[in-house]
């Protein structure tokens, strides 16, 4: 079996190391990959947004399964022009991706559906949106309508930032496009938690929970990253708020998506807050987070490629989905600057002097190879992940395996799992 993966982050290289596992002994390919995946999926030098070339790739090379991984190939249609072509992919179509790539769209489709969410109101020009932040309470939160790597989200403490937030987004255009419009919502309160999940179109599975680190600072100051490390389970996420969640957000969002001829089938992500008034979504994302993922996967007992096969084939209510006991943290290692300016090209040392175990992993992410040598090609260079019986213990031990990679402006937060 031919197995095709779309990207090349830390989400990526997690995936293909768990699909490497698979029972269905599959032949990876990975478009674009990064080199720490080489071993385990042969790297194929197309751009995970080319989707032509992607296509002619998959036709060429008779893949029969494709899995997407970033959010751009989905608003693109990656899954639409797959799908023409009669082959198995699996991800939303553009008009259920839409859910991510759009915030304008999520927000009205959980007002409309009454799915628990923060107040909010959207402006394409800014003179109305800084009128409408005059009189709203601090702290407020401001995003960029459409996809930013992540990094399009301020939390507002007064006029002040909120002004300079609008004017990053919609003057000076730092998110390009994306910025067109804004979303101005309510802070909201609480504890966050990430749950990714299967769904076949009418059924979802959620998977273990998460809890990322988004800001790029200890104890979480700083500027939004795209994450700088995760734990899972979430220790908040209870099993009476899991339920909680699937009959108010979860399960009501895919029921919804179908009704309005939006059938989502792919991974979706909820991001949550747990407030006082209970459960809220933050966000929704087509696709699995980074580095959720990478704390996620190795928690899972069984067969994932199986799992994605049979969330498009529509039986995910028969799927046999098992969750491992303990907990699992990951620290991604950074080059300092993230997520503004840094630089890159950097020898990473230390990498051949970690051997493979069953409860520590590193799946590389920003990096590149030159004579035999890994270097450093991005603000998240790679991710070290460690499971343990505890969150605590798998952090201490992640930690211990990162002190092993060393590169000129390595800088990692050092609070992951430790609070």
């Known amino acids: 079996m031919k197995v095709l993966i779309i990207g090349s982050g830390g989400r990526e290289s997690a ?16 478009a674009p990959g990064n080199p720490g995946m080489e071993g385990l999926a042969e790297l194929v030098n197309i751009a995970a947004t080319d989707i032509h070339a992607l296509l002619e790739f998959a036709v060429n090379e008779k893949i029969d399964f494709t ?23 699996f ?28 107040a909010y109101e959207v402006f394409e020009d800014k003179d109305k949106a800084y009128a409408y932040i005059e009189k709203q309470k601090f702290p407020i939160v401001i995003k960029a309508d459409g996809l930013a790597l992540g990094k ?33 919502e309510e802070y909201l309160e609480g504890v966050e938690v990430s749950v990714l999940s299967f769904v ?10 998460a809890k990322d680190h988004k800001r790029a600072f200890d104890g979480d100051k700083g500027a939004n990253t795209g994450g700088m490390g995760a734990v899972a389970p979430n220790p908040i996420y209870d099993e009476e708020m899991a339920n909680r969640c699937m009959d108010e957000i979860f399960a009501p969002t895919v029921a919804a998506m179908a009704k309005e001829d939006r059938e989502f089938k792919g991974f979706l992500f909820f991001g949550l807050m747990i407030t006082k008034n209970g459960p809220k979504v933050i966000e929704y994302n087509a696709r699995l987070g980074d580095p959720e993922t990478q704390v996620v996967l190795p928690m899972l007992e069984s067969d994932f490629l199986k799992i994605c096969i049979d969330c498009l084939d529509g039986s995910l209510d028969k799927a046999d989905i098992r969750w491992k006991e303990g907990a699992s ?14 630089k890159k090209g950097f020898e990473i040392k230390g990498l051949s002097l970690i051997e493979e175990k069953e409860d520590i992993f590193i799946f590389t992410a920003g990096v590149k190879k030159e004579n035999e040598r890994f270097l450093t090609n991005g603000g998240r260079v790679l991710g070290v992940a460690a499971m343990a019986d505890n969150s605590l213990e798998a952090a201490n031990k992640a930690y211990a395996y990162a002190e092993h990679i060393v590169f000129e402006n390595k800088y990692c937060r050092k609070d992951i799992g430790r609070k």
């Open 152 to 184: 399009g989200v301020y939390i507002c403490g007064d006029l002040t930032e909120s002004r300079l937030a609008v004017q990053d987004i919609m003057e000076l255009s730092k998110f390009g496009d994306s910025g067109k419009k804004i979303v101005v």
């Open 329 to 342: 943290v990951c620290v991604v290692l950074a080059s300092e600057g993230y997520p503004a300016e840094f």
């Open 200 to 209: 076949d179109g009418k059924t979802v599975v959620p998977m273990i929970s």
């Open 91 to 118: 991800g939303p179509r553009k008009n259920a991706a839409i859910i991510e790539y759009s915030k304008e769209f999520s927000k009205d489709f959980m007002k409309r559906n009454n799915i628990p969410t923060a």
């Open 67 to 89: 899995i997407v991984g970033p959010d751009d190939p989905l608003a693109l249609g990656v899954v639409d022009v797959f799908e023409e072509k009669g082959l198995k992919i």
């Open 15 to 30: 995936m293909v190391w768990k699909i490497s596992k698979s029972k269905l002994s599959p032949k990876i390919y990975a």
